[in-house]
C-alpha cells in the first residue's frame, strides 16, 4: 500500500461540495458521462487511459438522461470505500448519489486521482522512467586441484 493510501485510510480526502477547477466543474455538469468513465476506468486499471466513448461513458449517460444515474453512483461510492477504508453505508450512498450527483462524479474522480497520482488521459503518474538492470555477470568458479 502506498504512503498516500495510508496517511489518508479511513476517510475522504477530497471533501463532496468545494470549489473545482473550472474546466473540471462545466465538464462534469454538462457531461458527467465522460468524468463518470474516467473513473470507472481507474476502478478497474489506473495505467490504461480512457477511452472518449467508452461502453462506461454511454450507460452513464443514459442512465442520467433517464434518471437512473443513483445507482451506478452509488457502486462506484461503495467500491471507493471498501478499497480505502472509508466508513458509510449503501443507503447513504445512494441517497447523496440522487441528491448531488455532479459533486459525487468530481470527488469519486478527484479521490482516485488523489490516492492513485493519476496523470494525463487517465493514466497513472510514472514518477521514474525505465531503469536498466545490469547486463549479465558470469562468475568464475575456483579450479579444484
Wanted: include cysteine; proline fraction near 6%.
Amino acid at each position: 500500500m502506498a504512503q498516500n493510501e495510508k496517511s489518508a485510510q479511513g476517510q475522504w480526502t477530497n471533501s463532496l461540495i468545494r470549489f473545482f477547477p473550472c474546466g473540471f466543474f462545466w465538464k462534469t455538469q454538462c457531461c458527467p458521462c465522460y468524468t463518470f468513465a474516467d473513473t470507472a476506468q481507474r476502478l478497474r486499471d489506473p495505467t490504461v487511459p480512457t477511452e472518449e466513448h467508452s461502453r462506461d461513458c454511454v450507460e452513464f449517460g443514459r442512465a442520467y438522461c433517464i434518471g437512473t444515474y443513483a445507482s451506478p453512483l452509488k457502486e462506484h461510492r461503495k467500491e471507493i470505500r471498501e478499497r480505502y477504508g472509508i466508513p458509510g453505508t449503501s443507503s447513504n450512498d445512494f441517497w447523496v448519489s440522487c441528491c448531488c450527483p455532479g459533486c459525487v462524479v468530481m470527488q469519486h474522480e478527484d479521490e482516485l486521482k488523489a490516492r492513485l497520482g493519476a496523470g494525463v488521459g487517465g493514466a497513472a503518474v510514472v514518477s521514474e522512467g525505465y531503469q536498466p538492470t545490469g547486463g549479465m555477470q558470469v562468475q568464475q568458479q575456483p579450479q579444484q586441484q
